[in-house]
């Protein structure tokens, strides 16, 4: 495949091994190689809903915060009510931090993690 007369102009390579121009010099490009472009993440500001929620995890790590394996997350506990969301049929589990916690200490006042 060649490239176009625009597209090596833009990328520089025209430039060739004899050339004076250094990388500082050459045009920047917007793109992934380009960090300094992408928009900074800002600061979130907590909210009462956020706070109740907590952060949001995949089944791998609220497997973690319980104490099990991804296989009795699934098997196990989501049967028996463990919060989750899912936002397509086929989606990916999301469980929130806080609520998952405060699922485990509601089956703790119970008497146990029986499902």
């Known amino acids: 495949m060649r490239r176009t007369e625009e597209e090596t102009r833009k990328s520089g390579l025209h430039l060739g091994r004899k050339s004076r121009q250094t990388h500082a010099s050459l045009p920047i490009c917007l793109g992934?190689?380009?960090p300094q472009?992408?928009?900074?993440?800002?600061?979130?500001?907590?909210?009462p809903i956020a706070d109740a929620l907590g952060a949001p995890l995949s089944i791998r790590e609220a497997?973690?915060?319980?104490g099990c394996s991804p296989w009795t997350v699934r098997q196990r506990y989501l049967p028996a009510g463990l919060p989750h969301e899912r936002p397509t049929p086929n989606g990916k589990l999301i469980f929130y931090r806080n609520q998952v916690i405060r699922w485990?200490?509601?089956r703790q006042q119970k008497g146990g993690m029986k499902p």
């Open 104 to 106: 485990l200490l509601a």
């Open 63 to 66: 497997a973690h915060v319980i």
């Open 37 to 47: 472009q992408y928009p900074q993440a800002q600061a979130q500001i907590p909210t």
């Open 32 to 34: 992934q190689s380009c």
